[in-house]
């Protein structure tokens, strides 16, 4: 233990800067408690706040604009595997697209203060053509609060903090035995969150080919497109499907059969948006399972505008 905390003393930004990168380039390393601690050994040494405030919303700018430069290039590809391999499968689901088609860039300044929505705000602002000066500007902003709010914490409560450091000291090598057990607890609690959720959003599926004959037969069902208005316009649709860019969009009248798909991994934002579907009074909602992806594999038209 004696040799963390002397780690922190001695390199405190550089750890504050690599804790920060990592968590916000979406690795399960929280950043919050090294800013705090931090924050307050420096108040304790009466040494300026302002270094470490810099550093971490310098850390979590740099990580953001990757983000931000793989959505530019590689869009809804990159979305697809963040929702495949996130912790935060939620953060993946309609919800999150309808936020930012509504307040854009500016949305960046609370992204990271938002659940599930910061891990791909950054993304879509690459995807959706966001400029990158807009882009620096707004998610500056939201680096430098996220930030401040850690090291003012630090900052006013770090008599307390100290305690903690203290006892976690008097443990020897079981203080260190316990930090490291609040962390795989922290990733344990990610890891069960999202077995949960994927678990909530199984329902049955529509195959392509089911899909197909009901179109072909002339008893096609409604169809919902939940994918974002670039990808849209970049790979086409399924013939005849409505789109819905937020839930706020779905004012339709109960149907026996809705079909929704999306470009996620899982049908997740397909899936949200049947169940909520449900609730609203409509008697069959399914996802395609594969979604848009899957129904071009199989060589079926696609309409374009």
Known sequence: MDALLHLIQTYGLLVVFV???????????????????TAAIAVDQQQSLWPILLIAALAALLADSLWYLGGRRIGAALLRLMCKVSLSP?????????VYARWGAPSLVVAKFVPGFAAVATTLAGETGTSARRFAFYDGIGALLWAGLAVAVGAVFHEAVNDV?????????????LVVAAIAAFVGYKLLKRRLFLRELRMARITVPELYRLLEDGNGPMILDVRSQPQRD????????????????VALEPRDEVIV???????????????????????????????????REHGHLVAHA
Do not use: H
């Open 234 to 249: 970049a790979s086409g649709w399924i013939p005849g499907a409505v789109f819905v860019a937020s839930l706020a969009d």
């Open 261 to 295: 798909y999306c470009d996620c991994p899982n049908e997740a934002s397909a899936a949200v948006l049947a169940r909520e579907l449900r609730r609203r009074g409509f008697k069959r909602v399914r996802p395609l399972a594969g979604g848009f992806e899957a129904w």
């Open 19 to 37: 804790s920060v990168f990592l968590d916000q380039g979406g690795l399960p390393v929280p950043a919050y408690p090294p800013i705090i601690v």
């Open 165 to 177: 450091l203290a006892s976690l000291e008097t443990l020897g090598r079981y203080g260190l035995l």
């Open 90 to 98: 939620d953060s993946c689901v309609l919800m999150t697209r309808g």
